[in-house]
Nanobody, 131 residues
């Protein structure tokens, strides 16, 4: 059974950092892309970043580029999202999600970051950026 378990959310001041982790079980990352999404109060869920499990290529939405870093540890079956220079507008519930597909198409799926493509989701963790 595919399962994603998230950890690492919390409260941080503007300019601070947080690291989110997504531990996968029931499947190996090599054949999946893992995406990070977030949903702020009153807003639709949006894609933030994605990593292709087979080759490690990464994608970031413009609003987090240069501040967030996604990485994977295939030996531990874990994907992390390092978030630096956090802003109040980064406040949201963050989710990790997995999509399986042909290796040649995984990165394309990452770049699209359409939540309907991702079949397995974590429980979500709150990130609050506030002074």
């Amino acid at each position: 059974q595919l399962q994603l378990v998230e950890s690492g959310g919390g409260l941080v001041q503007p300019g601070g950092s947080l690291r989110l982790s997504c531990a996968a079980s029931g499947f190996t990352l090599d054949y999946y892309a893992i995406g990070w999404f977030r949903q702020a109060p009153g807003k639709e869920r949006e894609g933030v970043s994605c990593i292709s499990g087979n080759d490690g290529r990464t994608y970031y939405t413009n609003s987090v580029k240069g501040r967030f870093t996604i990485s994977r540890d295939n030996a531990k079956n874990t994907v992390s999202l390092q978030m630096n220079s956090l802003k109040p507008e980064d406040t949201a519930v963050y989710y990790c999600a997995a999509v399986h597909g042909p290796p040649a198409l995984l990165f394309r799926t990452c770049m699209l970051l359409q939540e309907t493509d991702f079949g397995s989701w974590s429980q979500g963790t709150q990130v609050t950026v506030s002074s």
